[in-house]
């Protein structure tokens, strides 16, 4: 499974692929035990607690951790962030609901945060080889916008004959956008169905870049 065939971008979308993926991350966040602790808990099951009392929705994953039990699935999520997180997030959810099953009535949905990524790169040096890649930077948060609702995953009414159309699913760098009913064939025009579209949290930040 290691073996990857193609590019990795389309190979980490692979379904046999995603579910060792997920087995292998499960395993992590079930068994991973911090070698420099010293009282052999399960690091990422008590880190999971200590989420949910806080009330929380963010794990927080350190990498060098992460690439030390599981190298090649490591160096995937750097290099194919956007679909390797879908699984991890995924996987993550149903282990946070698992240990607390009344959790899924307070959060829907639990974020893998990545942290301690060991290469830091000067600003300067990003190139196009960069883009939808995780890298790490710094620097100072000189202005952020509000928090603000934005569609993750939307359903329309079609306001000539009332079939509802959907889901649709939207990430942060595209807006869907309906082209025709696919029961009457019109063009529109479409309302939000605001009861079955489900929101997230939507933030902008202006970035300082400080150079190391």
Partial sequence: MYRVQ???????????????IAK???EFLLTYVNP?????DFEYVRLINEMV??????????YKQFI???????????????????VMEEVARNVVFNLHPNYKNIHQKIYVRVTNLP??????????????????????VTRRSGVFPQLQQVKYDCNKCGAI????????????KVGS????????????????????????????????
């Fill in 6 to 20: 193609g590019t990795l971008r389309e190979w980490v979308t692979r379904d046999e692929v995603r579910r060792f």
């Fill in 119 to 140: 290469v830091y790169d000067q600003i300067r040096n990003i190139r196009q080889i960069h883009l939808n890649t995780m890298i790490r930077i710094g620097g100072v």
């Fill in 68 to 86: 030390y039990v599981h190298p090649n699935i490591a160096i995937w999520l750097a290099d194919a962030p956007q679909s390797v997180l879908e």
């Fill in 181 to 212: 009913c696919p029961e009457c064939q019109s063009k529109g025009p479409f309302t939000v169905n605001i009861e079955q579209t489900i929101y997230r949290k939507y933030q902008k930040l202006t970035l300082l870049v400080t150079e190391q």
């Fill in 165 to 176: 159309l959907g889901p649709f699913f939207q990430n942060s760098y595209s807006e869907v």
């Fill in 24 to 26: 292998k991350f499960k």
């Fill in 53 to 62: 009392s806080a009330n929380k929705c963010s794990l927080e994953i350190d």
């Fill in 36 to 40: 420099k602790n010293g009282h052999g």
